[in-house]
């Protein structure tokens, strides 16, 4: 089975790529891989199923190539992200295709399956699920979860509201395996900050969503390169789970995200619908509070590079 060593060994940098609904494909992935991060993507925007195989295909096939021209800097392994959830029809199917392709880390969201963990710890792959609270930590771990992604206030997407340092700090006094954080972590001083936390890793997200190979338009880029904290809105309008969404995008669909109703969670909707007629993802564009740090559009070579440079440099500035 992957191990945390393993996993770090073949790290430029302890980051992740976190898995970008919409956004996330092979390109994106497979930089970040060769960048020296783990990249991600969510099954489900492989569209149809048959499209999943295919980019497992080209996602492996390209790796091993890269690797076997660089022996000396192999990239980084890759993760997909299976929504648990049980609106997900097609979660035995995705899998499947993950077992088939011995993916070496899947990232869990929305439930815990003891189903889904055994089938991956099946071919040695490792499971992180992400939780924003520690009912939820307990309930992966006492599944089977190898880890956890704890996703504090701040986080792009459906994130917690509890301050990273408690989140860390709590799940610690229980549970020594894998952790990563999740929550507005856009430079390389908060990746180092989240290891004197504790975490293993930093989970970052809406920075590389103004990159070159995400797959995101040219606005939603741009917005992010715009954008600060303040362009965050926190609401469970649009899917029926609270999430952070950048404001321009709230306001071009005629709402206004400083009165945004409440929404029933039994209305919860995870793909492109919603509860109003602007869709999730698609027209009001999730974001977390950490894009401050990005100024640039630029390749993701570059913006791991910055990260490296500034994760060098607080570790050189505190001895």
Known sequence: MTTLAELKSRMRLPVIGAPLFLISGPELVIAQCKAGIVGSFPSLNARPIEMLDQWLTQIKTELEDYDAAHPDAPSAPYAVNLIVHKSNTR????VALCVKHKVPLIICSLGARVEVYEAIHSYGGMVLHDVINQTF????????????????????????VQSPFALVAETRTWFDGPIALSGSIGTGGAVLAAQAMGADFGYIGSPFIATEEARAMDGYK??????????IVYTNLFTGVHGNYLKPSVVAAGLDPNNLPESDPSAMNFGSGGNTD?????DIWGCGQGIGAVTSLGPVQKMV??????YAAAKASIG
């Open 91 to 94: 979660l035995a199917e995705d």
């Open 137 to 160: 930590a307990h309930k992966a771990i006492d599944k089977g979860a190898d880890g956890l992604i704890t996703v504090a206030t701040g986080a792009g997407g459906h994130a917690g």
């Open 222 to 231: 741009q917005a992010i390169v715009d954008g600060a904290a303040d362009d």
């Open 278 to 282: 602007a869709k999730a993802w698609k």
């Open 305 to 310: 590079d910055r990260l490296a440079a500034e």
